[in-house]
């Protein structure tokens, strides 16, 4: 075999088939597993005929070469687990993400139709103080109007979106309930 005689070869394979199946079976707990890396152990001691020793045994050598494919096979299995558990996880939180920009869209469309319904001083008040950052005083002066007034309108602005959206909430709720019946 050593000298590329594949008649040798033929024999050693059915002299060490079984016995090394058997092997394979026990330590992968999976009989198709188990043919992969007999297969695997025969190719490989075909690559290394030459390297064979004809002065040692030949059994011990090719139970060490399947006993090898086995623990490359662990490993492997073991690194693409975690391979896999790095991909679940950041397909997590890409999934995340995305229902966190829905989320997001969601109730920005729903305060602008809330700010879409104040009254056109109302929502000239919660501009000011919101999307501009001006304090209750400076958009009183702004709009030549009372600190009072602009602290009423804003607590009148929030109150509105806050009950719209939980309107909104409530009915997409409520309708998704029905769906499901």
């Known amino acids: ?3 590329g005689d594949t008649g040798a070869f033929s024999t ?3 002299r060490y088939h079984q016995p090394l199946l058997r092997f394979l079976q026990q330590s992968a707990k999976s009989p198709a597993l188990a043919e992969d890396l007999l297969h695997d152990t025969f190719v490989r001691l075909w690559e290394h005929r030459g390297q064979l020793d004809p002065t040692q045994p030949l059994k011990p050598y090719l139970y060490t070469i399947a006993r090898n494919q086995f623990l490359n096979l662990l490993k492997r299995a073991r690194h693409e687990a975690r391979i896999l558990d790095e991909m679940k996880a950041h397909a997590l939180v890409e999934s995340e993400n995305i ?5 997001y869209k969601e109730t920005k469309q729903l305060i602008d139709e809330a700010l879409g319904q104040l009254p056109p001083r109302c929502l000239a008040v919660f501009q000011k103080c919101h999307f501009e950052e001006l304090t209750y005083k400076q958009a009183a002066q702004s709009l030549g109007i009372s600190e009072s007034t602009v602290h009423n309108q804003m607590v009148k602005a929030l109150h509105h979106i806050r009950r719209h959206i939980t309107l909104r909430n409530s009915l997409t709720t409520l309708l998704a309930a029905i769906a499901v019946l």
């Open 12 to 14: 050693i394979y059915l």
């Open 99 to 103: 229902l966190r920009t829905i989320n």
């Open 1 to 3: 075999m050593i000298a």
